[in-house]
């Protein structure tokens, strides 16, 4: 039957970038805390496209599983 390593890889990633658009799987990808601009780029790189900073905010305060944090992102970088 032999391997087809390639193959399978290929079809989880397709799957993986089809589950992005409507389920909320790519928070499990993430940190329990997480800045907008990670969760944009984690999209990205499961897409492989660029995705618009002001649609991606707009869409994301809309979602009921988006809880916003009164902390700021100190010591990076």
Do not use: C
């Amino acid at each position: 039957m032999g391997f087809n390593h390639k193959k399978n890889i290929n079809e989880a990633y397709a799957d993986l970038k089809e589950k992005a658009l409507y389920k909320p799987i790519v928070f499990e990808l993430l940190f329990d805390k997480f800045t907008i601009k990670d969760l944009q780029d984690t999209f990205e790189v499961i897409l492989g496209v660029g995705i618009d900073n002001r649609n991606f905010r707009r869409k994301l305060i809309t979602k009921k599983y988006i809880i916003a944090l009164d902390e700021k992102q100190v010591g990076l970088f």
